[in-house]
């Protein structure tokens, strides 16, 4: 019911900073969480952070916090991932993705729950010097 379209990722340097954007159409997101993961080289999908649809209650997986912002901006209808003091192992495919219902809980388990059941194509970041 939900498309999402990832945007923002690129090739940084060890420190900087990129804005990911996360662009949904086809349904109001109302009453979904959203979440972005990603996909490093070799691994397996991981949370990052997630944002409640009731509150906008936001959470950070711990390889994240202090340095990744999520939220939305109402305005312009997208969900962002403000992305700080980015390290080398950041470097990943980044997704957005939706489940409908309103909390976060289990955002971050492995595997990611399938009840995020619309994901976006992916952005890539790739934190090197």
């Known amino acids: 019911q939900v498309q999402l379209v990832e945007s923002g990722g690129g090739l940084v340097q060890p420190g900087g900073s990129l804005r990911l954007s996360c662009a949904p159409s086809?349904?109001?997101?109302?009453?979904?969480?959203i979440g972005w993961f990603r996909r490093a080289p070799g691994k397996e999908r991981e949370g990052v952070s997630c944002?409640?649809?009731?509150?906008?209650?936001?959470y950070y997986a711990d390889s994240v916090k202090g340095r990744f912002t999520i939220g939305r901006d109402n305005a312009k209808g997208v969900i962002y991932l403000q992305m700080n003091s980015l390290k080398p192992e950041d470097t990943a495919v980044y997704y957005c993705?939706?489940?409908?219902?309103?909390?976060?809980?289990?955002?971050?388990?492995?595997?990611?729950?399938?009840?995020?059941?619309?994901w976006g194509q992916g952005t890539q970041v790739t934190v090197s010097s």
């Open positions: 086809g349904s109001t997101l109302d009453y979904y969480a």
């Open positions: 944002i409640t649809s009731n509150d906008g209650a936001t």
């Open positions: 993705a939706t489940r409908n219902y309103y909390y976060c809980s289990g955002y971050d388990s492995y595997p990611v729950p399938p009840d995020f059941g619309s």
